[in-house]
């Protein structure tokens, strides 16, 4: 049986999520959008998805490859503009003598989770919160080798650090060889994707972290989403690229630096009230 | 940016950065300007557009002297009506645990302002 699978393009609501990759290929909890709709549509019965994708078919193709890993035959087609469920039908269903799974399970816009339909992903910054925050308790499926339960709500990756003296209150979620060091406070309500590093001191809650992202030491995150530098309250909408590496950052580009890159340089050369300044947030907090 | 002194309130406005490009500056000019009756720095963020990790070391080392300055005199460090992105490296960075954040409409204490009737 076949199915057929429209990507987002753009979304005004959320733009910033789609900087680095497409929001087909963002990643919730340890796996991308497309991958939840794939697996589930190989729970369905399908056997061939068709995947339309507007904005970089080439990274959504990179994340799904042929669809092997689900045991499905997965193509993926570019496409000039976002189609309408109707129109997709119309264009890929009605010249098509193969069987479909019924409707309306044929044609999928990823604009939500399947384990969520009744919560829309693309529509705010607040709204994708919400859905990450919803998953956390069902995400823990067969599929997800390593991950254990700490203690009540709080779930941990596969090779996940976390320092003996950090405090973790449910519910959170911690990724993949994620990292967070000495006395910090994760959560409620946090999610930290995969090879997240969170430094001493550090406070996150009500947030999520996106994959790769550093968070400085002795810094504060709240109703946010952290992804790289890019840092986005939620719940005012508002949306900063962070010019400090010491405070957030991708750990891409941390490990990309010639030299260690715990504190720029030129802060140390320029200001050394900088110094103080960390010094006096550090005291503040002991 | 220009600086003002009333009834002992050191006032910044006008500041349209706040980074290693300035705050060296930014600094040494509002450190010359403190006085011994001071009570309160009020600086006047509505108008700044980028700040940074230097700028904020220079808020908090401005911060230091002033009080050094009062020595045993009570005095506080107000942040006025800062732009939501200039909010938010307030809030990575702590500093609204260590400063008044005040925002429009509000009075220092998250009070709303009065209004008038007549």
Known sequence: MKALLICPDERAGVTALAESVPLASVTILGKTLVEYWLEHLAGL??????VLAVDRPDQV??????????????????????????EARARHQANDNGTWLAAPRDVILMDHLPSLPQLPLFTSYADWFAVARALMPQALTPDRIGVR???SG????????????????????????????????IGPNVVLEREVFIARGAE?????????????????????????????????????????????????LQRARPAPAKTPARVHTLLPAMVRFRQYVSQLLT | MNIDQQNGILSVTGLRELNAANAQAFRSSLARALSQDLKAIEIDLSQTQAVDGAGLGALVALYETAKEHRKREGFAMRLTNPTPTVQQMI??????????????????????QPISLT
């Open chain 2, 91 to 112: 809030e990575l960075a702590r500093l609204h645990h260590l400063f008044e954040i005040t925002q429009p409409g509000s009075t220092p204490d998250g009070a709303l």
């Open chain 1, 154 to 185: 709080v779930w941990a990756g596969l090779n996940a650090h976390v320092a003996a003296d950090a405090k973790l209150i449910a519910p959170c979620w911690i990724g993949e060889r994620a990292w967070i060091e000495a006395g910090t406070t």
């Open chain 1, 204 to 252: 996150v809650s009500h947030s999520v972290i996106g994959p790769e992202t550093l968070v400085g030491q002795f810094t504060e995150i709240r109703n946010s989403i952290a992804w790289g530098s890019t840092l986005i309250n939620w719940e005012r909408d508002s949306c900063l690229k962070v010019p400090d590496s010491f405070l957030l950052c991708s750990r891409e």
């Open chain 1, 45 to 50: 019965g399908a056997q061939e998805v068709l």
């Open chain 1, 61 to 86: 193709r990179a994340v799904i490859g042929d669809g092997a890993r689900w045991g499905l035959r997965v193509i993926v087609i570019p496409d000039k503009r976002e189609r309408t469920r109707e």
């Open chain 1, 149 to 151: 339960e700490l203690k």
